[in-house]
């Protein structure tokens, strides 16, 4: 998840590069650089050896990606960041393969990712399950109770037209409506397949917008280019901008908690011990906040978005 401004986000997966596609090559694609090879943020001292936490490519991972290494370097542990490197299809390849350390992820989409039939849907199942989901020498640490999940969205008056509560309203109207959501919506798990398999929704058409939730995707919402589209619960635009998110009663959508994932390599019970405090305290309500301050009228930059929640939070002193 995760995509430039969001007066709302641009998010998590949006890159929807082919599996076949190298990671040099996808990482070029996503920047026109490798964002692999230059760190963007660096300090701390000697503890445990240095680690590098990545990013996808929507302000919100970059964002927590920021609070995880400023929480890390509070801690003693020398950490960098490389953000916007793409999709998950493309980070998790990076952490499989040392390029990068850690990442913060989703627990739910994650789960898919690993495993697209897995049944689980309730944070707990979820969060139970990953471990022995996982390849060999990936882990993920403390889920917070943060949580940013996709989100079927409409405005106010298509709400009025179809007179729509939920997906299952949707589902009776889904042949008449078009979709604004990022390319990989189409294949992935949560996106059209499974509004079919859960819902028996199968929409008109997919817009494509490589933003994640953000800009264009609200001004094609607004102007009824599309009638619905998906967009990340801790987008800041839904209640700027009065929309409704749709209930979702059969779980196409699973939970989403926020949750760091990791390489084993590097990784120490120092640098465990500050980034699972970073899962204890981080809230939905946060995120949201977060989110405002880099995508809204604020414009801060991830880093001191990040570094304003570490002292607030009373992480970094």
Same mark, same amino acid.
């Given at each position: 998840?995760?995509?430039?401004?969001?007066?709302?986000?641009?998010?998590?997966?949006?890159?929807?590069?082919?599996?076949?596609?190298?990671?040099?090559?996808?990482?070029?694609?996503?920047? &026109? @650089? $490798?964002?692999?090879?230059?760190?963007?943020?660096?300090?701390?001292?000697?503890?445990?050896?240095?680690?590098?936490? +990545? !990013?996808?490519?929507?302000?919100?991972?970059?964002?927590?990606?920021?609070?995880?290494?400023?929480?890390?370097?509070?801690? +003693?542990?020398?950490?960098?960041?490389?953000?916007?490197?793409?999709?998950?299809?493309?980070?998790?390849?990076?952490?499989? #393969?040392? !390029?990068?350390?850690?990442?913060?992820?989703?627990? &739910?989409?994650?789960?898919?990712?690993?495993?697209?039939?897995?049944?689980?849907?309730?944070?707990?199942?979820?969060?139970?399950?990953?471990? +022995?989901?996982?390849?060999?020498?990936?882990?993920?640490?403390?889920?917070?109770?943060?949580?940013?999940?996709?989100?079927?969205?409409?405005?106010?008056?298509?709400?009025?037209?179809?007179?729509?509560? @939920?997906?299952?309203?949707?589902?009776?109207?889904?042949?008449?409506?078009?979709?604004?959501?990022?390319?990989?919506?189409?294949?992935?798990?949560?996106?059209?397949?499974?509004?079919?398999?859960?819902?028996?929704?199968?929409?008109?058409?997919?817009?494509?917008? =490589?933003?994640? &939730? &953000?800009?264009?995707?609200?001004?094609?919402?607004?102007? #009824?280019?599309?009638?619905?589209?998906?967009?990340?619960?801790?987008?800041?635009?839904?209640?700027?901008? $009065?929309?409704?998110?749709?209930?979702?009663?059969?779980?196409?959508?699973?939970?989403?908690?926020?949750?760091?994932?990791?390489?084993?390599?590097?990784?120490?019970?120092?640098?465990?011990?500050?980034?699972?405090?970073?899962?204890?305290?981080?809230?939905?309500? #946060?995120?949201?906040?977060?989110?405002?301050?880099?995508?809204? =009228?604020?414009?801060?930059?991830?880093?001191?978005?990040?570094?304003?929640?570490?002292? $607030?939070? +009373?992480?970094?002193?």
């Amino acid at each position: 998840m995760k995509e430039n401004t969001r007066t709302i986000l641009t998010r998590r997966g949006l890159a929807g590069m082919a599996a076949g596609v190298g990671l040099a090559v996808a990482l070029t694609a996503c920047g &026109g @650089s $490798d964002p692999l090879k230059t760190p963007s943020t660096s300090a701390g001292s000697a503890g445990g050896g240095s680690l590098v936490v +990545g !990013s996808a490519d929507f302000p919100e991972s970059q964002i927590v990606a920021e609070i995880y290494a400023g929480a890390l370097t509070a801690a +003693g542990v020398t950490a960098t960041t490389k953000p916007n490197i793409g999709a998950r299809e493309i980070y998790f390849k990076a952490v499989q #393969d040392g !390029s990068v350390d850690l990442v913060p992820d989703y627990s &739910g989409n994650l789960l898919s990712h690993v495993d697209p039939e897995a049944a689980e849907v309730s944070a707990d199942d979820i969060y139970k399950a990953l471990p +022995g989901k996982l390849p060999e020498g990936l882990a993920v640490l403390e889920a917070a109770k943060a949580e940013s999940k996709d989100a079927m969205v409409v405005t106010k008056a298509t709400q009025e037209k179809y007179q729509l509560k @939920s997906i299952e309203d949707l589902a009776k109207v889904c042949k008449d409506l078009t979709m604004a959501a990022p390319a990989t919506f189409e294949t992935r798990a949560y996106g059209f397949p499974g509004l079919k398999k859960n819902y028996g929704c199968e929409l008109k058409a997919l817009k494509p917008f =490589s933003d994640g &939730g &953000g800009n264009l995707t609200l001004q094609a919402l607004l102007t #009824d280019d599309v009638q619905v589209a998906d967009i990340y619960t801790t987008t800041p635009s839904i209640a700027d901008n $009065d929309l409704v998110v749709l209930e979702d009663p059969k779980n196409n959508f699973k939970a989403q908690q926020v949750l760091p994932l990791y390489n084993k390599a590097k990784m120490t019970d120092k640098a465990k011990d500050a980034l699972n405090a970073v899962s204890k305290v981080l809230t939905t309500e #946060d995120l949201v906040n977060l989110n405002r301050a880099v995508s809204g =009228s604020q414009k801060q930059n991830a880093k001191d978005a990040a570094a304003t929640w570490l002292k $607030d939070k +009373g992480i970094v002193k």
